[in-house]
């Protein structure tokens, strides 16, 4: 009998994430969203192998009760915003889930909730945080002793243009929030918030097969649970921008563009993120004739029977031309429906609501992680150097 997987969100991801799982002639699959026009796009890509639905209301717990009941296994691709209670609301239903629903609150807060039902859930695992995580752990579990945690990731298009010199691969009000959320890392030990795009440096960063762009760094609010789950007295994450966007984007917030707390406006009160979304997110979208590419290197220094290394895991991949899935898409995307797939079929076990990086603890998880990407032309590599 087939498994029956359902996707919450037809966005640029939730579209990948079930793609990807119709794919599998093990799953049928059903796919929600408020666009119906999108959702016919995903069917017919998928030879009308999906179900669509664009009846199913996000804020509503009854409507998302209503359509999840009955499923092996939940997939979560809705905005943050809704991302707390969605998922508060799938546990309630009694359904495993796979999710990449940025969240700004702790999703751990459901975990007793989770554990009572015996629902099995997975949060960030999208490609950062997800992936990133999953390695970070894993590199800390190949020493005796871990120093420090440094990671840069970015999705970025090929061919930057300004005024942005950035495009479009996951929710523009997820972006938004890496901009203005405030970043916490941990350095010697205590966990610290910064203003986010503080710490801006520039970064010439190297990966073997691969020539990458010069690129800007500064903290974002990545980090999230790694600040207490793995042992390092040092954690910090920087998004990674063509030169000179985090300036552009500290005096856009500078002026209040990216609050949503409405203003009058002659005899209209709008909230200027919504007035710069309506101007600035048509002229961010990723063309169909654009490429993006997606890279992080994690970085995890520490010591192994006294000496010093660091070990290196690096992902870089681009837009497939093929499928037309934007690079950050595939990555993000894949990742989701990996670990979904781990949980249906036994994989993934722990009831309660789990990080990306328990992942990392198991060896041949992380093994089937990173081969389930590469079977989609998504590349991890591992290197390790002595110090």
């Keep these: 009998m087939k498994k029956r ?11 990948v994430i079930a793609l990807d799982v119709a794919s599998d002639e093990k799953y049928d699959v059903t796919v929600c969203d408020a666009n119906a026009e999108t959702l016919n796009a995903t069917r017919k890509k998928s030879g009308d192998k999906i179900t669509v639905r664009s009846d199913v209301d996000f804020s509503s717990e009854s409507s998302i009760i209503s359509a999840v009941k009955g499923f092996d296994i ?20 009694g ?39 999953v390695m970070i752990k894993h590199g800390c579990n190949m020493l005796d002793e871990v120093e420090d945690v440094t990671y840069f990731v970015g999705g970025l298009p090929t061919k930057p243009e300004p005024p942005f010199n950035y495009k479009l691969v996951f929710s523009p009000d997820d972006v938004i929030e890496e901009y203005t959320r405030p970043a916490r890392c941990k350095k010697n030990g205590k966990i610290i ?40 007295p040092n954690v910090v994450e920087y998004t990674l921008r063509y030169p000179g966007t985090a300036n552009n984007l500290a005096f856009l917030r500078s002026i209040g563009l990216f609050s949503n707390e409405p203003v009058k406006v002659g005899a209209a009160e709008i909230a200027p993120r919504a007035m710069f979304g309506r101007l600035a997110y048509p002229m961010m979208k990723l ?37 037309g899935y934007p690079s950050m898409s595939r990555t993000t995307g894949f990742t989701c429906a990996i670990v979904g797939r781990m949980i249906a079929e036994g994989m993934l076990t722990n009831p309660g609501v789990n990080p990306p990086e328990v992942i990392g603890d198991s060896p041949a998880s992380v093994e089937y992680m990173i081969n389930e990407l590469k079977r989609r032309n998504v590349v991890i590599t591992q290197t390790t150097e002595k110090l």
Aim: aromatic fraction near 10%.
């Design 287 to 323: 063309r169909d004739d654009e490429k993006d590419f997606t890279f992080f290197q994690v970085w995890v220094t520490g010591k192994k029977d006294g000496k010093k290394f660091r070990h290196i895991s690096s992902l870089y991949d681009e837009k497939d031309v093929k499928s």
């Design 193 to 232: 918030s910064y203003e986010a795009l503080s710490e801006c440096k520039d970064y010439d960063l190297k990966m073997t097969g691969v020539k990458l762009p010069k690129m800007e760094g500064f903290l974002t609010d990545g980090c999230r649970t790694l600040l207490d789950t793995i042992p390092s």
């Design 74 to 93: 939940c997939f979560g691709a809705v905005p943050g915003f809704l991302g707390y209670k969605m998922l508060g609301t799938v546990i309630k239903a």
């Design 5 to 15: 997987a359902i996707v919450l969100g037809n966005g640029l991801v939730g579209s």
């Design 95 to 133: 359904v495993n889930i796979s999710d990449i629903s940025f969240m700004p609150e702790d999703f751990r807060e459901h975990d007793a909730a989770a554990k009572r039902a015996g629902v099995v859930s997975y949060e960030d695992v999208g490609v950062a945080p997800g992936a990133t995580n």
